[in-house]
């Protein structure tokens, strides 16, 4: 039985820079107890929540990827995908990140719209 932990983050604004890392689950040390070897933990996104908190529509872009990089093929969630006024925008399902992979994305105006989300954390 995996021995996944429960995790939650953000709540981030999304920037009107489309190559601006959200997230990412690098350890810079795996330094641990004696006789134990640690490893590159991995995330499973379940749900991402993007809150539009302005009188108008704004649209927003994620992508999957290397850091900073919003390149044609990795784009996962929306493409200018628009919340309406005082809205919200739920995506559910399982994507996993691994150590090498960053969330990046942005919105059409900045601070407009904020993100949040909820997965596991296992452990290769």
Same mark, same amino acid.
């Given at each position: 039985m995996?021995? #996944?932990? /429960? %995790?939650? %983050?953000g709540p981030v604004a999304l920037t009107n820079t489309t190559t601006t890392n959200i997230l990412n689950f690098t350890i810079t040390s795996l330094a641990g107890p004696v006789g134990t070897t640690l490893t590159q933990p991995y995330f499973i996104m379940r749900h991402i929540r993007i809150v539009n908190k302005t009188a108008g529509p704004v649209t927003?872009? /994620?992508? &999957? @990827? /290397?850091? $900073?990089a919003n390149t044609? @093929?990795?784009e996962?969630? $929306?493409? $200018?995908?628009? +919340?309406?006024? #005082? =809205?919200?925008?739920? %995506?559910? @399902?399982?994507?996993?990140?691994? +150590? !090498? =992979?960053? &969330?990046? @994305? $942005?919105?059409? !105006?900045a601070t407009s719209l904020t993100i949040q989300g909820e997965g596991e954390i296992g452990f290769v």
């Open positions: 995996a021995s #996944n932990k /429960l %995790w939650s %983050w927003f872009s /994620l992508y &999957l @990827g /290397l850091t $900073g044609a @093929g990795t996962v969630i $929306g493409t $200018g995908l628009s +919340v309406a006024a #005082n =809205q919200a925008y739920d %995506w559910y @399902g399982m994507m996993r990140m691994d +150590v !090498a =992979q960053f &969330l990046v @994305g $942005g919105a059409s !105006a």
